[in-house]
């Protein structure tokens, strides 16, 4: 392309945690990648330049193409990290547990919470501008108009304008963000209109990710580990739930009696009276009353039936489901990339809106990252002590595999955006054998034995096989919802069924046809076109990328048989998994 034409690009910048860059150009999402895939470090912070050099690398542009860039998030705290790179590495490393707290950590935590609560001012903007535009020089751009957007309104904008929906309810909840750690909005006519700010004082994330520390997890990250903890909790009735008087939903709005450090000194006396789960179990409870009480009171208020999601609150599956079952709600769509990881996107589709009028978003698959040819993968492969071969039918090997009992990595296409692997870097196994559950939390993934794992299904067998009525499934088809699985069919999802009897699916059409093939061989044998996917890493870091990750999470997992692209490539060292 001429290095020196501009078209009606955009490019969106995350530098928070989970730290990416998407590119737009007119109604298409035409790449996007988070940080995290290259530098190998889960949710990786800080300036995405490696995603910023992949997004011009991967569609052959410069620097000089690009007129527009858009970034998310201009408050106190978002700008000091700017100014101050340290500071944000250091939250990193305390937040991943890579670094013990000392006694000055409480008072940086206290102040983290009283200055993330600051709402963007001008002296906050003018400073973001001035650093972002000094990284941006550092790598080749010169002349370009940079925008800052709301953190929740990136949220809002991705949500409501990739949901397929004419006129909705658009609600986004967080951890905090410009000052606010909520929204709500109507998404009518192509226009957005805010009716309620939810201030980041009072925050349904933030009790999360309290609910997370306590339990000695990583917050920002293990969330999902709670809400599965409390699925193995007796149930107990909110009479007898004291985190329920912590925080409360009262009309638009979340009310609390404390502030974000007292909140959390109010919840550690609750969890030291009670066992892991339980505790647990009421946090689940208490987001969940809280936040259907929001949306059914928002519902009320504008009179909409149908909601759009973003958020990393909206990470939270169950929750996903029970708003899904209020009688309030016709359809829901929560942004696939519902985290801050998935601003970069939600920024530039908001700039994209503003400077060019582009207001809807076909999202057919989320497969936006970079992908591989034969010679880039034959130059891995050489590096490492493998048997290979290259395979007209690869589908079909990896289906009689998976039928035999083995548990294989399966690479190919463009990578994923977001949190779920949907078939392009997956690790998969059949669906109906509960003991691969062991082997894979255990043995292989390294995780803690009560998390579920989730299936992809083929669509037109969803139906048959979960509780799917009065739900338009199209709107959910990215592992973004529970759903509860049929009685008939229990016993043959066991691999991928919650104790509580939901799963979390991926809902296969036309969208990957390779991964399509691979489950109608398996439709074939079983009668159900169903796998057991969970993303291709070990637990702790990010999913893969190129071949190279590939491969060397082939020789720490001990798998035997790597599906990449074309070859079928097999580990000499495969432990008896």
Request: glycine content about 6%; aromatic content about 10%.
């Amino acid at each position: 392309m001429d290095n020196n034409l501009k078209e009606n690009y955009v490019l969106g910048i995350w530098d928070g945690h989970d730290a990416g860059s998407a590119l737009i150009k007119d109604d298409k999402i035409i790449f996007a990648v988070n940080e995290e895939r290259l530098t190998r470090r889960k949710l990786e912070v800080g300036f995405p330049q490696l995603s910023i050099l992949s997004c011009l690398e991967y569609t052959n542009l410069s620097t000089n193409n690009i007129p527009i860039i858009a970034v998310s998030t201009s408050d106190p705290a978002k700008t000091l990290t700017r100014i101050v790179p340290n500071l944000k590495e250091e939250y990193y490393l305390i937040r991943r547990r890579k670094k013990g707290p000392k006694k000055a950590d409480s008072f940086k935590k206290w102040f983290k919470y009283r200055f993330t609560e600051l709402k963007p001012n001008y002296i906050s903007k003018f400073l973001s501008k001035i650093h972002l535009k000094k990284q941006l020089k550092l790598i080749g751009f010169k002349n370009y108009n940079i925008h800052l957007v709301d953190h929740h309104t990136g949220h809002a904008q991705a949500a409501s304008r990739c949901s397929g929906f004419d006129r909705c309810l658009v609600l986004t909840l967080d951890g905090l963000g410009d000052g606010l750690s909520g929204s709500i909005s109507v998404f009518k006519n192509e226009q957005l209109s805010f009716i309620n700010k939810i201030p980041s004082k009072i925050s349904m994330g933030i009790f999360f990710e309290h609910v997370t520390n306590l339990m000695n997890m990583r917050e920002l990250e293990d969330e999902g580990k709670v809400m599965a903890l409390a699925n193995y909790a007796y149930p107990v009735d909110d009479s007898q739930n004291p985190l329920l008087d912590i925080i409360k939903c009262v009309g638009l709005d979340f009310v609390s009696s404390y502030n974000s450090t007292q909140m959390f000194n109010e919840m550690k006396k609750i969890f030291w009276r009670n066992p892991s789960e339980q505790f647990a179990y009421m946090a689940q409870r208490t987001l969940e009353k809280n936040v259907l009480c929001l949306v059914k009171n928002a519902a009320k208020t504008t009179g909409l039936k149908n909601i759009a999601l973003a958020g990393g609150v909206f990470s939270n599956i169950k929750l996903n489901m029970k708003i899904g079952e209020l009688p309030e709600i016709d359809n829901y769509y929560v942004f696939p990339h519902m985290g801050d990881g998935g601003l970069a996107i939600g920024s530039a589709i908001d700039i994209n809106y503003k400077e060019f009028g582009i207001g809807r978003y076909k999202l057919p698959d989320l497969y936006l990252g970079p992908n591989f040819n034969d010679n880039q993968i034959y130059e891995s492969l050489k590096k490492y002590p493998v048997i290979y071969d290259k395979s007209v039918d690869s589908s079909k090997k990896a289906a009689e595999l998976i039928l035999s009992g083995e548990i294989i990595l399966w690479f190919h296409g463009k990578s994923e955006i977001g949190p779920r692997a949907l078939g392009n870097r997956s690790i998969l196994a059949k669906p109906n054998d509960a003991r691969i559950k062991d082997k894979l939390n255990l043995a292989l993934k390294k995780r803690v034995w009560y998390q579920p794992f989730c299936p992809s299904i083929l669509i037109e067998d969803a139906s048959e096989l979960l509780y799917t009525e009065n739900l338009d499934i199209n709107y959910n088809r990215f592992m973004t919802a529970g759903f509860k699985v049929k009685e008939k069919h229990l016993k043959s999802l066991e691999g991928v069924t919650n104790i509580d009897g939901t799963c979390r699916p991926q809902f296969v059409g036309n969208e990957n046809n390779r991964y399509r093939d691979l489950l109608c061989h398996i439709k074939s044998a079983l009668g159900f076109g169903v796998l057991l996917n969970t993303s291709f890493n070990v637990h702790g870091e990010p999913m893969v990328l190129s071949p190279d990750d590939a491969l060397k999470t082939l020789f720490k997992t001990g798998v035997r048989y790597l599906f990449l692209e074309d070859f079928i490539v097999e580990n000499p060292d495969a432990k008896n998994l």
